[in-house]
């Protein structure tokens, strides 16, 4: 799934790369990134400054009575933040008082809009929570078998989507 993944990162003109680690706790445990992809533009509209978008890809493979579940609501009916994509940037000290380090949050905001717009997500309701469910299938005997499916919420909640192991 891995192997897939970057593959499709890289017919779309990105970097991608297997293997990548890096530490996720104040313990320093070391962990596995499936895939980092990363794509730089310039943005002649913005001084000719360097866009550098990177994608931390984790591949999960999930039991077949499992599924992940996003849930999402309307933009009409529930106000929500405008769509940022995190950044930093290192600068020379200057003398005006400006911090030469931090967060560009105009950059963020037109970087949101421009990578929603080029994935068609434009209009896309917002994503606010991910959640597991588990299926249970139960097989009424007799004359006509009949199999009934019900849906529950996993007793675990959503621990295996964000967990760095599954047992699979």
């Known amino acids: 799934m891995e192997v897939l993944c970057a593959q499709a990162f890289l017919a779309a003109g990105w970097t991608a790369r297997l293997g990548s680690h890096f530490t996720s706790d104040p313990f320093d445990t070391i962990r596995e990134l499936d895939v980092l992809a990363e794509k730089e533009e310039r943005l002649p509209a913005l001084g000719d400054l360097t866009f550098r978008l990177r994608v931390l890809v984790s591949c999960r493979g999930f039991p077949t009575e499992r599924a992940p579940l996003m849930y999402s609501v309307s933009t009409s009916c529930v106000p929500s933040f405008s769509?940022?994509?995190?950044?930093?940037?290192?600068?020379?000290?200057?003398?005006?008082?400006?911090?030469?380090?931090?967060?560009?949050?105009?950059?963020?905001?037109?970087?949101?809009?421009?990578?929603?717009?080029?994935?068609?997500?434009?209009?896309?309701?917002?994503?606010?929570?991910?959640?597991?469910?588990?299926?249970?299938?139960s097989i009424r005997r007799g004359a006509n078998k009949v199999a009934t499916a019900s849906y529950k919420r996993c007793g675990d909640g959503d621990r295996q989507l964000y967990s760095a192991s599954i047992a699979q």
Not at 103 to 111: C, D, G, I, V, Y
Not at 124 to 132: L, N
């Open 83 to 137: 769509p940022r994509l995190l950044s930093s940037h290192r600068a020379r000290q200057s003398n005006t008082g400006v911090p030469h380090y931090g967060t560009l949050p105009s950059l963020e905001e037109a970087s949101a809009k421009r990578l929603l717009s080029a994935t068609s997500l434009a209009a896309a309701r917002p994503v606010v929570a991910f959640d597991m469910l588990e299926r249970n299938v």
